[in-house]
């Protein structure tokens, strides 16, 4: 995730940190995140041809959960406004890490061949600046591999403790994506089959009365069955997505590719 150490309000506290870098290797919605964004670089990202390995740049790569996903496919840099977040990345072995904004990449033009971005841009101010860097970054053909939370009327404590700025209407997404230059070449719904749950979830959070202390987030240490169960599902939700674009769900998942 991108954040602004400079800025109190988005700022992340180190514990937030440490949670992340605790769960995201087995919490059921980081594994299917991780193993939906390896599955559309495989589908869509195009290498040289000279066979050369990827270059692969997660913009706002917060602990490195997504690197060490995609870390086989090539060379993986990451970037990161938090240096607390690139200590973790350190964590897990790797170096070529730069402390930069989403929206002033620190990268020369048409850099890299697969640019990802997993739930940041709903976390930068000036996300149309951020898209336009990624775009620039990535070489022409390049694709980028994001996701982002979905549907206003979601909007919860979650978001608020997470520094959330916004949640995206398919509408705004891909007008902003098109407006930055891409070419979208795949568009679904992701964390469908629990939308109801979470859906209602949600809601009933807002009947009762707020709390005058910190918003925390949704993410709980859950049973080991129900975890499995969970990262079982988004498996299938994966496997539908190899053919369909799912309709509804709690995340947007885009490739968007930058045209030759």
């Given amino acids: 995730m991108d954040t602004t150490d400079a800025d109190p309000v988005r700022q992340m506290q180190l514990r937030e ?11 059921w919605w980081f594994v299917g995140r991780r193993r939906l964004v390896r599955q559309l670089i495989d589908a869509y990202a195009v290498r040289s041809d000279n066979g050369a390995d990827l270059r692969i740049l997660d913009a706002g790569c917060g ?16 970037c990161d406004a938090a240096w607390a977040a690139l200590e973790y990345c350190r964590k897990r072995s790797f170096n070529n890490l730069v402390c930069s904004r989403v929206q002033q990449l620190s990268y020369a033009d048409n850099s890299f ?3 990802t971005s997993c739930d940041v841009l709903e976390h930068v101010p000036d996300d149309s600046a951020a898209l336009n860097e990624t775009y620039r970054a990535l070489r022409p053909g390049g694709v980028l591999v994001m996701t982002v939370p979905a549907h206003p009327y979601l909007w919860s404590e979650h978001d608020e403790a997470l ?8 509408r705004e997404i891909i007008g902003k994506l098109q407006e930055a230059g891409y070419r979208i070449e795949k568009f679904s719904s992701a964390v469908s089959f629990v939308f ?5 979830f949600r809601m009933l959070q807002r009947l009762r009365t707020k709390q005058p202390d910190e918003p925390k987030t949704d993410l709980r240490i859950l049973p080991p069955l129900l975890n499995n169960a969970l990262i079982a599902l988004l498996k299938s939700e994966m496997w539908l997505t190899r053919y369909i674009n799912l309709p509804i769900g709690t995340s947007f998942v885009v490739v968007g590719r930058k045209p030759q």
């Fill in 17 to 27: 940190f440490d949670e992340l870098y605790r769960l995201e290797d087995t919490y």
């Fill in 63 to 78: 602990t490195g959960g997504t690197m060490k996903a995609v870390a086989e496919l090539g060379e993986v840099h990451g």
């Fill in 113 to 115: 061949d697969v640019v």
């Fill in 163 to 170: 520094a959330h700025l916004r949640r995206y209407t398919r």
């Fill in 196 to 200: 109801p749950m979470i859906f209602t």
